[in-house]
């Protein structure tokens, strides 16, 4: 028998409540709730075991984000540098993700209405499926930059046991008081053949303060020893070169070994110009190099790009590209070529006035490189790194030397000592006084931060760019410091 009119409208009215426009936002609004706070789903619906360990689950990852951005921040960085931390790290962002996506479906489904109408079952599904992509992008994103920054990682730094250089992680710095590391600039242009390292500076950092002495050579540096071994059978009184266009200057010993390998026996190519430049340098200041960090000098332009830029002051005029251009004197963010040719640009000034500039560009970049930074650049700023670096410092290293940059940036010392003109002349170095004063420079207590230096890196003597190698240069009057001089003293 059919159901009478009453019947029919009551129908009508369960439906409406259950499945129509008061059930389904009810239940898109309590899922929306369920993804903000897992578990308020299943509390509404009476689960509330369920709802509790979702609830305790929920409150669990909270907690351990809140502990690891307060007090375990420092932790972080630590790990960070751990490529297998790094891998299970973006395994469980993975897996929370998914976990999280079951908890949006699941939280709707036990709240949709019984009874919809077709338009209302697709507008639910639609906005669920919003609500799970809300939070898919996030996740991706996380585990997809942890992926390229463990890539970026694994390619530049290999492990101890790949480079020959284990690490005890209880004693990573083997007891030392200082690790040298050998800072290289190279300069591949287009119209050279092969690596020359125009900018050689060894940075010697205390172990325990973070205190650092930058000791920069220049790159027309002649006549210096060759190390022990088969570079010195074949240049017994000091480099020479090979040829008329290479006549024996410090920039030309990385390509030099990497075109004979006989001069470095036993080691893969692109590793035997650091490791002969390495001992070279070690010879010539009297100091162990532990490790050294090559940067592509225009790969290190598309660096500073992914950063947004380097804010710097500029003292002078400084010609900028092959078109006549100009770096005005001020406070200018400068772009990545334009960084480029103020570290590079030897016109109206000297090579020595250059690597002055060199040493504040790198010490604005460390000063401006903050995390907001680096997060919101981080693809950019991986594959750049990936183009322009090479190192040997292994990767069982890198907490420790994460730790020990912490210090550096944050309040420690950083000195520059530049054996150019006429502290020492290129072209007839005395080599016991470089080593003399090298010695004394990492010895010596750190100056206080905005004393007075003794002498300024800039106050080097401008040559013409035509000044023959080696030759004195009565161009100013200023002498460079014969010891180090704090580099916030220092720059402009």
Not at 11 to 39: F, I, Y
Not at 190 to 218: E, F
Request: hydrophobic share 40%; proline share 8%; glycine share 10%.
């Amino acid at each position: 028998m059919g159901r009478s009119p009453s019947g029919r409208a009551r129908n009508r009215d369960d439906e409406g409540t259950s499945g129509g426009a008061g059930g389904l936002p009810r239940a898109l609004a309590l899922t929306l709730a369920s993804a903000l706070v897992w578990g308020v789903a299943h509390f509404v619906t009476g689960r509330r075991v369920a709802g509790g360990l979702l609830l305790a689950l929920y409150l669990a990852i909270l907690a351990a984000l809140a502990g690891a951005a307060t007090v375990y921040r420092s932790d972080l960085v630590h790990y960070a540098v751990q490529p297998a931390v790094l891998q299970r790290a973006s395994a469980t962002i993975v897996s929370l993700g998914v976990l999280w996506i079951l908890v949006v479906v699941r939280s709707y489904l036990l709240l949709r209405p019984a009874r919809l109408a077709a338009s209302a079952r697709t507008l639910g599904a639609g906005a669920v499926a919003v609500m799970c992509f809300a939070v898919a992008v996030p996740v991706a994103w996380s585990a997809h930059s942890t992926y390229v920054y463990r890539d970026a990682l694994t390619s530049i730094f290999r492990t101890g046991s790949e480079n020959g250089k284990p690490v005890d992680t209880e004693d990573p710095f083997n007891g030392q008081a200082r690790v040298n590391i050998l800072l290289l600039g190279g300069d591949s242009a287009a119209d050279r053949t092969g690596v020359r390292t125009d900018s050689v500076t060894l940075a010697s950092v205390d172990t325990k303060t973070g205190d650092t002495v930058l000791l920069s050579l220049p790159r027309n540096l002649e006549k210096f020893p060759m190390p022990p071994g088969p570079a010195r059978d074949r240049f017994p009184y000091g480099f020479t070169g090979d040829g008329p266009q290479n006549p024996g200057l410090l920039n030309e010993v990385y390509e030099y070994a990497e075109n004979h390998p006989d001069v470095v026996p036993g080691v893969a190519k692109k590793r035997r110009g650091p490791e002969l430049l390495k001992a070279t340098v070690a010879g010539v200041l009297g100091l162990h190099v532990d490790y050294y960090i090559l940067v592509d000098m225009f790969g290190f332009a598309d660096i500073v790009d992914a950063m947004g830029g380097v804010k710097l002051k500029i003292t002078e005029p400084i010609p900028y590209g092959l078109q006549g251009g100009v770096l005005q004197p001020g406070y200018r963010t400068l772009k990545g070529k334009e960084a480029l040719w103020y570290g590079r640009s030897r016109t109206n000034s000297s090579d020595y006035v250059r690597m002055s500039r060199q040493k504040c560009l790198m010490r604005a970049i460390a000063e401006q490189a903050d995390p907001q930074t680096v997060l919101t650049s981080f693809d950019k700023l991986a594959a750049a790194a990936k183009r322009t670096l090479s190192t040997d410092i292994p990767q069982e290293l890198l907490p420790a030397l994460m730790k020990l940059s912490n210090r550096v940036k944050n309040g420690a010392e950083i000195r520059s000592l530049q054996f150019v003109p006429p502290l020492i002349y290129t072209g007839n170095p005395d080599f016991h006084k470089i080593r003399a004063l090298a010695a004394d420079a990492v010895s010596s207590a750190p100056r206080q931060v905005g004393a007075k230096p003794s002498g300024s890196p800039t106050a080097s003597p401008s040559a013409s760019p035509s000044e023959s190698p080696g030759e004195p240069d009565g161009g100013e009057s200023a002498k460079p410091s014969s010891k180090p001089v704090s580099l916030e003293s220092s720059c402009p």
